[in-house]
């Protein structure tokens, strides 16, 4: 912004060619020629260029006394839509002893040729005039020099404010940066974001990608910046909705609750029996291939477009869809082979705080975790053109009753590794065991009765009467005391809980359980 004393010096040097001065009030063409002019910046220069109005050409002032009609004329030009890009312009009154001034003051576009009603103005040396073929070339090149990534570009209309300074300085720059260099970084925050591309110093504001990651309010500028859970019950939008989430806020707040929700909500686990003597885990949706697919959904996402990353749950399987389609260089026919980033730096972000990686090998991995799961591998959609869809179905492996391998075998292979005696011995203790059973049952039957009425019948009785005996016993020490394996316990004491059977208040360790 202007002052005084550098207005004066600018008014005086009349070889500046950054400068245009008139005494006219109501030349609005003349006006805007001139600001499109400054806009296009033909020399590369880079400096601002000043329409002074109230001021003959060497530099005196004309008494002009500058009045609101007249500011809010000037102002006007920015938004009425004559001039295309939009032009970067500040208006501003100055008084003095001799009269007053009104200047604009334009900054040169990053995205020229800018245009005034079609045509492109620009100025060579003292004077304005339509470009030439040439100019024009030299103006588009520039543009396409300058272009960024909409992460990159500055989100205008934002300041420093609008971000989580705190968080940033927590729990990004500790990990994005060398602790040695930081310590002795004593750069301002803003610098510092500059530097690794999230804010713009020259229009001192963040970056589209620094509101997404770290903003206070990034709907507030970008509305679709955020991820919708819903869980419809049937296999289509028809069914009823059991349940719904908005995930909203930045990125460094909201990907750790989406991974702590597919984790404990989306990836339910249970074990299944194999044999006799062994069993497996299978998840519904395994953890990390579902929690990729929702991370590469987001980090691909367009931030142009106000629609949200859907991720939506059916009976038979998850979709998930973000807008924009594939993206630069990527083709349905080369894809996962080559990648390109329409947000680079929000993916270098989310690869530093460890939600992505970025070298191509996340959809193998997947595609490898869903077969082994039972899932089957995901479905890319690329027919949406405007948006892009993948379908994860559900496991069948997770619904498989168990006993999938042949039992007889396994068990003639144990039989083969115990002692030759074991099946003798084993008999005699069973003949001899079944004998005094039967001879208590005749002289106590009604105790025996009682004891098999108190004895638990399952896995889930079990727990329950371990949990009777001691209302503080740990999982751990159920999985010692019962003889069952971490997932089985874990499984099972889930199904209870859910079902509001049981339910354990306070911390792992200190707390305890609570039958219903």
Known sequence: MLIQSQLRHILSDTESHHV?????????????????????????????????????????????????????????????????????MTVEKFSFDDGDVLVAEVQPSEF???????RVWV???????????????????????????FDAMPCLGTTIDDLDVKLIKKEFLPKAVAEEVLAEDKRSIEEQLASLGFYDLRYDCPTNGAIVLFGTNPERYLPGSYVQYVRFKGNDRAGDIVNEYKFSGNLCVVLPRIDTFIETSISQKRPIPVSVLREETFSKYPYWATRELLMNSIMHRDHEANGAVQFY??????????PGGLY?????????????????????????????????????????????????????????????????????????????????????????????NYPETTQKKEDKNQRKAKETSKKHPRNIQETSKKRPRNIQEKILQAIKNNPSITRKELEIQLGYSHGSIKY?????????????????????????
């Open 492 to 516: 099972h004491i889930q199904v209870m809980s859910n079902a509001g059977v049981i339910k354990h208040e306070g911390s792992t360790k200190s707390g305890k359980w609570i039958i219903l």
């Open 20 to 88: 245009e001065r008139t005494t006219s009030t109501d030349n609005m063409d003349k006006f805007c020629q001139a600001i499109c002019a400054f806009s296009n910046d033909v020399s590369g220069s880079s400096k601002n260029g000043y329409l002074i109005i109230g001021a003959y050409n060497n530099g005196k002032l004309s008494g002009l006394k500058v009045d609101d009609k007249l500011l809010l004329q000037i102002a006007n030009i920015r938004t009425d839509g004559n001039i295309l890009p939009q032009p970067i």
């Open 313 to 322: 749950e059916y009976d038979d399987r998850i979709e998930v869809q973000n």
């Open 328 to 420: 630069g260089k990527v083709t349905p026919e080369n894809f996962p082979n080559v990648s390109d980033y329409r947000n680079p730096f929000i993916a270098e972000a989310m690869k530093v705080l460890g939600y992505v990686n970025r070298f191509s090998r996340g959809v193998y991995r997947v595609q490898k975790e869903l077969e082994e799961n039972g899932n089957g591998k995901a479905i890319f959609d690329f027919s949406l053109v405007t948006a892009f869809r993948v379908v994860e179905n559900v496991s069948k492996r997770y619904f498989e009753e168990g006993f999938s391998v042949n039992i007889a075998q396994e068990k003639e292979e144990t039989t083969q590794k115990l002692p030759r």
């Open 112 to 118: 020229p040729p800018v245009r005034y009603r079609g």
């Open 123 to 149: 100025r060579v040396g003292p004077r304005k005039s339509m470009a030439t073929e040439a100019e024009v070339k030299i103006l588009t090149e520039r543009r396409l020099s300058n272009v960024h990534t």
